[in-house]
């Protein structure tokens, strides 16, 4: 008899923690897509932290060991991706409508450079039919900067600003941020 209540309270403890992890995790905006409060609230701080002291000058070296600079008089998309990532995908698609628009930088940040290469960038890449730099993050200071917790994360900078932060945004968003 014991074991049959433990049993049972052990299903309502589970059930109860699960109900509340996808009631409070994922909420919906008024888009109608879902993000969590987490990465809502961090949009607003990010931005206002970084908006106080700006990002500073950011270089990098693309997985072909070419250097880019972020000029700071340019939109700068940097898209926070994984080559195995099939939700991100869809963002560097939409991203790839923007990537002959003057005046805009497009940079993917590979957060996977454990499993990641040039090889498996360049097969992505194709996929996805983005031309623009992919950078591996090895030590993910960029992660920590830009305070990144999820895949397919999308931030622009302008005059070394934080303009926009977002996950998984879409079509519209990135159009009203770009335009």
């Known amino acids: 008899m014991n074991k049959l209540w433990l049993g049972g309270a052990l299903v ?7 109900f509340g ?17 987490s990465a809502a609230s961090r949009q607003t701080s990010l931005h206002n932290e970084t908006t106080a002291t700006g990002v500073g000058d950011l270089s990098f070296t693309d997985v072909n060991g070419k250097r880019i600079t ?5 939109k700068t998309v940097l898209h926070f991706m994984t080559s195995s990532c099939s939700d991100c995908l869809p963002t560097e ?3 790839a409508k923007f990537q002959n628009v003057p005046g805009l930088q497009l ?10 290469n040039a090889n498996t960038v360049a097969q992505f890449s194709q996929v996805a039919r983005s031309h623009w730099p992919y950078v591996l993050e090895t030590n993910a200071s960029l992660i920590q900067k830009f305070h ?4 397919d994360t999308v931030v622009v900078l ?16 990135l159009k009203k941020v770009l335009a």
């Open 21 to 37: 992890f996808t009631r409070f995790e994922h909420t919906t905006t008024a888009s109608g897509s879902t993000s969590s409060p």
């Open 12 to 18: 309502v403890v589970v059930g109860a923690g699960v």
């Open 158 to 173: 302008y005059h070394n600003k934080v303009i926009y932060e977002g996950v998984v945004p879409s079509e519209g968003q």
């Open 70 to 74: 972020v000029n700071p008089n340019e």
């Open 148 to 151: 990144v917790t999820e895949l």
């Open 107 to 116: 940079i993917s940040i590979d957060v996977e450079p454990q499993a990641d």
């Open 93 to 95: 698609m939409a991203l």
